[in-house]
């Protein structure tokens, strides 16, 4: 009987204390050597390169950017809406609010503006633990045409800034954008 050339099938190889030589195309599995080695490879990657992947504070910094875009428009469009001045003020560390002035166009800014979001009395909110929040003017008060002003009512364009990204208002139109990198 006759399987490959030169090996007799069923025939008894003596043993002469050589290791057994199996051809590699019919080898199957891996070595213990090969499998140890495999596993930590995974774990220097995993304890080098997951944390990168995973860092929580770059995520919930783009969600507070989002946030402050978001509730720069809300005011803009509350205060063409409404036909009253609104007002985002930011406060040290880093905390933004919205109010309107309690007699529309005159008085003091009193009046918090609701969050239609949330339906909370008041739009506000703080920024993340590490991540800054500052404005080039602030307040920045709306008008019932939209445009932007400061504190002193003259239109002005802004920019705020949350951590290392910038928001940028035109005074004339009240349009709050994130530039493009």
Known sequence: MQGFP???LGAKRPFDGAPRVVPHHLRVGVTLIELALGIAIVGVLAGVAAPRFFSRASFHEAFFLQDVVSALRYAQKQAVASGCDVQISFTPPGEY?????L???AGAFSRPVANPGTGQPSYGNQAPPGTALASSVDPIVFDALGRARDAGLAVSDARVTVGDS????????GFAFEPAS
């Open 6 to 8: 030169g090996i007799e």
């Open 97 to 101: 609010s919205l109010a309107q002035r």
């Open 103 to 105: 007699a529309c166009r």
């Open 166 to 173: 910038t928001v940028t208002v035109v005074g004339e139109t």
